[in-house]
């Protein structure tokens, strides 16, 4: 019973909740550690694999080592670790990418956010879980406050591929949540977590090989709040606090947080890059910024006092 209990257990779903928005704030960190590395002359892509890559390295000796049980997987689960870091860890961001370089960044980012909607259609239609209106709200004004933050108005032009890359890191993004959720029932969070990163990694590099970048870049400096800082230790706190521990916690949170719940939480994500870029790289909200993040934080809250309720005639949840 995974699915009804995620709805009535308080105490397992307020710590869950708190793993989750824990996840999205260091996820969030990752956008200005990103930024001023590509200002010391790194492409996006690059940052990506390396970012990725070196997650992947670091966090799996420390599985094998600490957690051996934990990668213990049958050849069942096969397709479950092949989605999760095809999906939810190189899909994500290479369509997110293409997206930005064909579109401004602030249209991508509400196209890959429309993933709590997503979510909350396959959980509706699939697993013939009712969402409350309330729900529905939450994500409307969620999504509706992202826009305002991320101020899509500002130089938006259409361009189909960009736009089918932002719908496509939405997809993507989705399945972050709902493979995330069924895995995180059956296995320890650090081994779907390492074995996902190593397939993501491999998928990054065969697309942007680390390799190939003038080694010079890694000692370049990168400015973070005035401090400088040479860019391989930016890469290296990019992989463990922007990369391993997000992931690591939000593996976590979906054992106890419906993916519906979840999903919305992560809209928290950009409202605080946003802030944090104004801390770290004096870029700062205006009013209409302000007034988004508000509408956001409102149907975030929606989301989490409403919950999603099981249809009585539907099948039999308990074996999802």
């Not at 729900?135 to 999504?143: K, P």
């Not at 977590?193 to 998928?203: C, F, H, N, R, S």
Request: aromatic share 6%; proline share 6%; glycine share 10%.
């Amino acid at each position: 019973m995974a699915v009804l209990e995620k709805t009535v257990r308080a105490p397992g779903r307020a710590q869950a909740t708190g793993l989750s928005l824990t996840s999205w704030v260091l996820f969030a960190s990752s956008g200005p550690l990103a930024k001023a590395v590509m200002a010391a002359g790194w492409s996006p892509m690059a940052v990506t694999s390396v970012r990725i890559t070196l997650a992947a390295v670091l966090l799996a000796p420390v599985v094998v080592v600490l957690r051996p049980q934990a990668l213990r997987f049958r050849r069942a689960d096969l397709w479950l670790l092949l989605s999760y870091g095809l999906l939810g860890v190189a899909g994500v961001q290479l369509f997110f990418f293409l997206a930005v370089a064909r579109i401004p960044v602030g249209v991508a980012m509400v196209l890959v956010n429309l993933a709590p909607a997503l979510v909350a259609l396959w959980v509706r239609v699939v697993r013939r879980t009712r969402l409350p209106g309330l729900v529905w709200l939450g994500i409307g004004l969620a999504v509706a406050g992202l826009a305002l933050i991320a101020e899509i108005w500002q130089g938006a032009r259409l361009d189909l591929l960009g736009v089918s890359a932002g719908l496509a890191a939405a997809i993507c993004s989705a399945g972050y949540f709902l493979i995330g959720e069924h895995g995180a029932s059956r296995h320890d969070a650090f081994g779907l977590t390492a074995a996902g990163l190593a397939i993501g990694a491999v998928v990054v590099v065969a697309v942007s090989p680390p390799w190939t970048l003038p080694s010079g870049l890694l000692t370049a400096p990168a400015v973070l709040g005035g401090l400088q800082a040479p860019v391989w230790l930016t890469l290296l706190m990019l992989a463990v606090a922007g990369t391993a521990l997000p992931y690591l916690a939000g593996l976590r949170a979906l054992r106890d947080l419906p993916s519906a719940l979840a999903s919305v939480l992560a809209l928290v994500e950009p409202l605080v890059a946003a802030v944090l870029a104004w801390l770290l790289l004096g870029q700062a909200l205006g009013l209409t910024q302000l007034a988004g993040a508000v509408v956001l934080l409102t149907g975030a809250v929606l989301v989490q006092l409403a919950g999603p309720k099981p249809l009585p005639d539907g099948p039999d949840l308990a074996q999802r």
